[in-house]
């Protein structure tokens, strides 16, 4: 599992390790800072008022049953904005029910007979709170805040997904490339840090015990400097990831300012979650640095189109490579047209109409949907055509993306054009698909039509005898608003026009997905074989 490849990434990437593993901390410490302030009030008022009971740990419950990548959709859509914000409103909603119920059992777990001696004592119910009640449950509350934090530090690497950064980033890319050092690049340092901050609170806890010490000179000597070091350290460590996290925003790489205006100098570059999106933000990236002044700010492997459309009209990012088939049905909820340069023309007049953004000059391949079998499955029924599929589709099992699964021009519209029914359809990552169906794991996928490993799997993809599924060229868009401020990157965007066609795109994804290379390296070398990172013409 460790070989010499995993040692040498760990190497190579050391600087962005420690970089996204500060922003996990910060991630994780401030929403479980925020969920202490919110949850141990909160409990301590459900122990104290019995008509709140109920109410507050049914809210708390409830929350904790949305499903993570949903509750940051969610809080996407409300907030227009990717980055960390709402991760941080999503991680501290999880981190509320540990808090809150164990506060309030800890509450409860006073016996009645401290609480009477209390009183007899004369003591306020003031003083009873923090004089006894609080310090007698502390142990029950940092465990519920233990809990909280550790399962804080594993749902934060889904927060990759909207752009706040984290360890989740390499695992995205991993499970986007199909790498499995990448993979475990995020998940390891993951599981180490929840051990780290589970024994960071754990020793706060021990440095809150008042315990009369004892022993030698030395020994009550060490015990007072380690106890206020030890109650601190919690503090310090959320204090280093922020250090680390905000260091970033120095350079404008911080993915916290989701905001609507980017720091100026800087163009902030989305991708989706598969292969070629991350060859041709590089693609963009990389001509934009080597021939203007502007910083790039890459944002990759930000999900699906919608959480790419939506940072688009939000301001989270500039720019980002669509798609003109994807635009028309799933953005723009049109028709479909079967003509390019048609379909092109209407996508650019109503990006620029209704979210103020421009398409620049396409690519020059057509990444179009292709049902596609197995090669050999093909020959043995004579499939050629999605048409010759419907008759056995009923004995199909089918692998498709989420999107594919849901969108008009994906499989609800197949399904009414050809009159498919497959005996069951799963959903399931860009490159999960394809081991899907080279493992006999499913039957049918719907492959990207420059995907390079459709031959290296030997598939055949179906002919759209219909003409269901409409052009899908691929061209940078960008809000028009970075255009008029920085009009030469329409002009350097403009070299990639016409540059890649559907063999040249196929042939660069396989050298990702098969060759295993990583996107910045091949994206480089096409620039550099058209000359283009001169700073000069």
């Not at 904790?64 to 999503?90: C, E, R, V």
């Not at 003031?126 to 502390?138: A, M």
């Not at 490579?321 to 028309?328: H, N, P, V």
């Not at 394809?434 to 492959?447: H, M, P, S, T």
Request: with cysteine; hydrophobic share 45%.
């Amino acid at each position: 599992m460790f070989g010499d490849s995993w040692i040498a990434l760990v190497g190579e990437r050391l600087p962005e390790l420690w970089l996204r593993t500060g922003e996990h901390l910060m991630l994780t410490g401030v929403s479980t800072g925020m969920a202490v302030l919110v949850g141990i009030p909160l409990g301590i008022c459900a122990a104290r008022i019995r008509w709140l009971r109920n109410p507050v740990t049914g809210a708390v419950g409830i929350l904790q049953t949305i499903p993570s990548l949903a509750m940051l959709s969610i809080l996407l859509a409300l907030m227009h904005k990717i980055g960390a914000m709402p991760a941080i409103i999503a991680l501290t909603l999880y981190a509320l029910l540990p808090i809150v119920r164990n506060t309030l059992t800890g509450m409860e777990a006073v016996s009645p007979a401290v609480l009477e001696a209390a009183r007899g004592m004369g003591m306020t119910p003031r003083q009873r709170l923090w004089l006894v009640e609080i310090p007698l449950s502390t142990p029950v509350i940092v465990a519920g805040i233990r809990t909280a934090a550790v399962v804080g530090v594993g749902i934060a690497t889904l927060s990759a997904f909207i752009g706040a950064g984290g360890l989740g980033q390499f695992i995205n890319r991993g499970l986007a490339l199909s790498n499995t050092d990448l993979i475990l690049l995020g998940a390891i340092p993951a599981a180490l840090l929840a051990l780290l901050v589970d024994g960071t609170i754990a020793a706060s806890q021990w440095g809150l015990r008042r315990k009369r010490s004892s022993g030698s000179r030395f020994k009550v000597a060490l015990d007072r400097c380690l106890r206020p070091v030890a109650l601190t350290m919690p503090v310090l460590l959320i204090a280093a990831g922020c250090v680390a996290y905000f260091s970033a925003s120095m350079s404008s790489s911080n993915p916290f300012w989701g905001t609507r205006v980017a720091r100026r100098g800087t163009l902030r570059i989305g991708t989706k979650n598969f292969t070629e999106q991350l060859i041709l933000g590089e693609l963009m990236a990389q001509l934009i640095e080597a021939r203007t002044d502007l910083t790039v700010v890459r944002r990759f492997n930000l999900g699906g189109t919608m959480i790419c459309h939506g940072a688009l009209k939000s301001g989270g990012i500039d720019v980002y490579a669509e798609y003109t088939g994807t635009a028309l049905t799933a953005i723009l909820e049109q028709p479909v047209i079967a003509d390019p340069d048609r379909a092109y023309e209407v996508v650019s007049r109503e990006y620029r109409q209704r979210f103020a953004a421009r398409w620049l000059r396409r690519f020059g391949f057509n990444n179009t949907y292709a049902i596609t079998i197995r090669r050999a499955d093909a020959r043995a029924s004579n499939l050629r055509t999605i048409s010759d599929l419907v008759a056995m589709a009923g004995t199909l099992r089918a692998g498709f993306t989420a999107e594919f699964s849901e969108r008009p021009d994906g499989y609800p519209g197949l399904r009414r054009a050809y009159g498919l029914q497959f005996r069951e359809v799963r959903d399931l990552d860009p490159a999960l698909m394809y081991q899907a169906i080279a493992n006999r794991e499913v039957d049918v996928i719907c492959a990207f039509a420059t995907d390079g490993r459709i031959a290296a799997l030997d598939l055949q993809p179906l002919s759209d005898d219909r003409g269901f599924f409409p052009p899908y060229h691929a061209a940078p868009v960008v809000r028009s608003e970075v255009l008029d401020a920085h009009p030469e990157v329409r002009q350097f965007l403009g070299l990639l026009a016409d540059l890649l066609d559907d063999a040249t795109m196929q042939r660069l994804n396989f050298e990702v997905d098969g060759k295993k290379r990583q996107p910045r390296e091949v994206a480089r070398e096409v620039l550099e074989s058209h000359g283009l990172l001169r700073k000069e013409d």
